[in-house]
C-alpha cells in the first residue's frame, strides 16, 4: 500500500443526513415529491448528476443548475458554524498521513471540501482533494477515486480506499482500490457490497489499527 484515499461525507464528516434534509426541502419547497428510494439513489451522485436527478425524477420545478446552487448554499450555512466533524477522524487522518500519502475522493462540491480542511487544519496535509464535480462521473462509477490516484502518482492497486455506504463502496471498488468499510449508521451499506471489503470497522477511530498503524 502507498496511499490512503479518504471519502468526507459520512467517513469524516457526519453530514449524509444534512444532506439529505436540505434536498429534501428544496425539492418540497419547489413543486417535487420525495420518493423512498431517492436518499440512497443520490448518495455518491456529482453535483450534475444528484441536480438532474432532483428535477427530473422528483420533480422540482427549478433548473438542475439553480436547484444545485440552492442547496449547496443551505449545506454552506449549515456549515457556517463549522462542518460536522466526526469524533476521531482528524486524529486518524493524522495517524495515516505520517505513514502514507492521503487524499480525499468526495462527492461534496469543491467549495464544501475546502471547508472542512480549512476547519481542521488538514489542508497542509491533504494535497489532494478531489470533488466528483470535477470527472466524468460520480459514484459508484470509479472516476473520482481514479483521478485522485493519478494526482498522488500512485497506482489506484496501490490505494487503500475509506468508505461508508453502499455507493461509495463500489466506486472504490471498481476503481480497483483495497477498501476499509466504516459502515453509516444511518445509511447502511448493502451487506453484499460489505463483503468485498478488505476490513470493517465501526468507527473512523479504528482506522489505524486496521491498517495496521501501532500506537506509540
Known sequence: MEAVIFDLDGVLVDSERTWDEVRRSVVAEHGGTWRP??????????????????VE?????????????????????????G?????????????????????IASSSPPILIKAFLDATGLGSLIHVAVSS????????APDVYLEAAKQLGVEPQACAAVEDTTNGLRSALAAGMT?????NPHFA????????????VSVIAALPAALGIVEQ
Do not use: C, D, F, H
Open 189 to 200: 451499506p448493502a451487506p453484499e457490497t460489505l463483503a468485498e471489503a478488505a476490513a470493517v
Open 57 to 81: 425524477e422528483l420533480g422540482a420545478q427549478l433548473t438542475p443548475e439553480r436547484i444545485a446552487e440552492l442547496v449547496i448554499e443551505r449545506m454552506a450555512e449549515r456549515y457556517a458554524g
Open 133 to 140: 464535480e470535477q470527472v466524468k462521473a460520480g459514484k459508484p
Open 179 to 183: 477498501v476499509y468499510a466504516v459502515p
Open 37 to 54: 428510494e431517492a436518499t440512497r439513489a443520490q448518495q455518491g451522485m456529482s453535483t450534475p448528476e444528484w441536480a438532474r436527478y432532483l
Open 83 to 103: 462542518p460536522p466533524v466526526i469524533e476521531g477522524a482528524v486524529n486518524t487522518v493524522l495517524a495515516v498521513a505520517a505513514r502514507w500519502p492521503v487524499a
